[in-house]
T-cell receptor, first 111, second 114 residues
Framework: EDKVVQSPLSLVVHEGDTVTLNCSYEVTNFRSLLWYKQEKKAPTFLFMLTSSGIEKKSGRLSSILDKKELFSILNITATQTGDSAVYLCVFYGGSQGNLIFGKGTKLSVKP | DGGITQSPKYLFRKEGQNVTLSCEQNLNHDAMYWYRQDPGQGLRLIYYSQIVNDFQKGDIAEGYSVSREKKESFPLTVTSAQKNPTAFYLC?????????????FGQGTRLTVV
């Protein structure tokens, strides 16, 4: 059975801290891995990763995929209160050729 | 601009009523999905459709029904058989360009049973 496990499930940090969010997976027929940020409504796209070892960066956020060890991490440096959200790790692939979601990591950044 | 439109944003339903949530996309995506989100829980798959006139049950399909008569549209009906329908519902669609896949989401519909 395809599954995606995110850790931690929730995290509280102070502004300026650096955080690392983890996503491990057991998915057949891997196509791509997507990271999303969800605040109150629809998730907003952060990164798409298809190749191992290539870091994607956008401002203070970065992500990398390790297809050998079956995990991905999302790093946020110099966190701000606006980073408070649920971060979703999503795979496209699986036996059904489908989107497979992790449960998300709820990040709270305190002033 | 291309995107996914869900309507309505907020929906109130009396117990025992069926309601239909709309999801329309103009992205020319083949695959569309419906998810349900409850407080403190992840997104759970209700139904998905990889192609017109075909759809598959997800993890929590009981009490829901869908149709996919057009590529652009994937409406979800919450039937009276769904015992706890109050939740946030998200529609998504995906394209596939070789190995690259992007998923797009609608803005969601919050359904409340009164």
């Amino acid at each position: 059975e395809d599954k995606v496990v995110q850790s931690p499930l929730s995290l509280v940090v102070h502004e300026g801290d650096t955080v690392t969010l983890n996503c491990s997976y057991e998915v057949t027929n891997f196509r791509s891995l997507l990271w999303y940020k969800q605040e109150k409504k629809a998730p907003t796209f952060l990164f798409m990763l298809t190749s191992s070892g290539i870091e994607k960066k956008s401002g203070r956020l970065s992500s990398i995929l390790d297809k050998k060890e079956l995990f991905s991490i999302l790093n946020i440096t110099a966190t701000q209160t606006g980073d408070s959200a649920v971060y979703l790790c999503v795979f496209y692939g699986g036996s059904q050729g489908n989107l497979i979601f992790g449960k998300g990591t709820k990040l709270s950044v305190k002033p | 601009d291309g995107g996914i439109t869900q309507s309505p944003k907020y929906l109130f339903r009396k117990e025992g009523q069926n309601v239909t949530l709309s999801c329309e996309q103009n992205l020319n995506h083949d695959a569309m999905y419906w998810y349900r989100q409850d407080p403190g829980q992840g997104l759970r798959l209700i139904y998905y459709s990889q192609i017109v006139n075909d759809f598959q049950k997800g993890d929590i399909a009981e009490g829901y029904s869908v149709s996919r008569e057009k590529k652009e549209s994937f409406p979800l009906t919450v039937t009276s058989a769904q015992k706890n329908p109050t939740a946030f519902y998200l529609c998504a669609s995906t394209n596939r360009r070789g190995a690259r896949t992007e998923a797009f989401f609608g803005q969601g519909t919050r359904l409340t049973v009164v």
